[in-house]
């Protein structure tokens, strides 16, 4: 499940990522939310091995909304596994296959080691890995993956809950608790801080000393 806004670019980026893994996806869910504009011109011409779904929420709506409508499709569906895939991140060729592995013998999986890429206008900096902390569940969120009993009773969490404002809290703090969940080492995504970015600026300057 793909959350997008107001990036076509780095929503194309993201979904050729994912087609481009040693095991692809089967579906591919995009959620544009936010903007009464759509862009799915920006993977439209894509011919990839992947089902592409395209769903459009023109509204501004709750960070949980994000996640839960394209949750909810692919439950639906009757899929079996599933990728949290936030655009801005970059996902190495095995991300879906080790998280796969993961999961054959735990609920849930993310990991805290990632690679850091940060840009702004002129200049970027890159560590090809780092100890990543900073996401509610441990590790970073876009290397969370879990299966669909996991997924079931995340939809109903984030569904019912009033608490938090960040959707990963809620995975951490009410859904995690009830499953068998995995703090893996393996290094599948880099994470993309760039203007934008709400989590990352205080933990930037200790990652890069």
């Known amino acids: 499940m793909v959350p997008t806004f107001n990036r076509p670019d780095l929503l194309r980026s993201c979904v050729l990522q994912l087609a481009a893994q040693s095991r692809p996806p089967d579906v591919i869910c995009v959620h544009q939310n936010g903007n009464p504009v759509a862009y799915d011109w920006a993977i439209a011409d ?7 779904v395209w769903i459009h929420t023109p509204e501004t709506i709750e960070q949980h909304r994000w996640y839960a409508i394209p949750l909810r499709y692919l439950l639906e569906q009757g899929c079996s596994h599933f990728f949290w895939a936030d655009h801005d991140d970059l996902y190495l060729r095995d991300h879906v296959a080790l998280g796969l592995q993961d ?17 702004r206008a002129a200049d970027f900096r890159y560590a090809p890995e780092v100890d990543f902390t900073v996401h509610a569940p441990g590790g970073m969120s876009s290397t969370m993956c879990f299966n669909r009993r996991f997924a079931e009773q995340l939809l109903v969490d984030i569904t019912q809950d009033r608490q938090h404002q960040y959707t990963d809290n809620v995975v951490a703090h009410v859904t995690m608790p009830k499953f068998r969940c995995r703090l893996s080492s393996r290094r599948t995504c880099i994470y993309h801080a760039h203007e934008g970015s709400v989590t990352s600026h205080p933990w930037l300057a200790r990652a890069f000393d």
Do not use: E
């Open 103 to 119: 999961l054959r013998d735990f609920d849930f999986s993310v990991s805290s080691r990632c690679g850091l890429l940060y840009t």
């Open 46 to 52: 894509l011919r990839i091995a992947s089902q592409l």
